[in-house]
């Protein structure tokens, strides 16, 4: 009887971690909420969004463990790699985080960009896991959005981070 108890008691606790990791409930979010290009994701039910001065959109966890920033860039001239490459310099130096050592490949609803892996340290001294991501949407459209993490985030809250960013599309200019 006791070690079908000890089963059960590992079976439940196994049964709350997994319900845990998955939001119960989840709402789309489109931004801007009119025209195109745009994103859209879906985020846990307890998330925030909160629209910046900056034509920006804060999308944030509802324990402030993780963060998503959403930006869309035009220009006149057609953006290049190297064009790229600055953007992620100044932005995680206006972020205060470390340059970025390395660029990985990234795509989003099949547009082409990369990442841009770095880290920061906040006010109260904790280390911060931040990746920047500038998606080429067309010659002169851009998609920029940070993924914001504690670095001490569990295996739990990555899941949810990355599932939010499975979810992300971009819709082109019309």
């Known amino acids: 009887m ?11 606790a196994l049964h709350a971690v997994l319900f845990a990791a998955q ?15 745009a994103f859209s994701l879906r985020i846990p039910d307890d998330w925030t969004t909160e629209e910046g001065d900056d034509d920006s959109l804060l999308v944030a966890s509802g324990d402030h ?9 035009t220009s006149d001239k057609p953006w290049d790699d190297d064009a790229l490459d600055e953007i992620a310099t100044v932005a995680l ?8 050592k390395r660029k990985e490949a990234a795509s989003i609803s099949g547009f082409p960009g990369f990442s841009y892996p770095s880290a920061t340290t906040n006010d109260a001294g904790e280390v911060v896991r931040l990746t920047l991501y500038i998606i080429r949407i067309d010659k002169t459209h851009l998609a920029l959005f940070n993924r914001i993490e504690a670095a001490d985030n ?6 949810i981070a990355e599932a939010v960013l499975r979810s992300m599309t971009i819709s082109p200019p019309r």
């Open 2 to 12: 006791k070690i079908r108890l000890d089963s059960l008691s590992l079976l439940v």
């Open 23 to 37: 939001p119960a409930v989840a709402k789309d979010v489109r931004f801007p909420a009119a025209g195109n290009p």
């Open 65 to 73: 463990s993780m963060a998503f920033t959403l930006l869309l860039e």
């Open 93 to 100: 130096r206006v972020a205060k985080a470390s340059p970025p």
């Open 154 to 159: 569990s295996p739990a809250q990555r899941k």
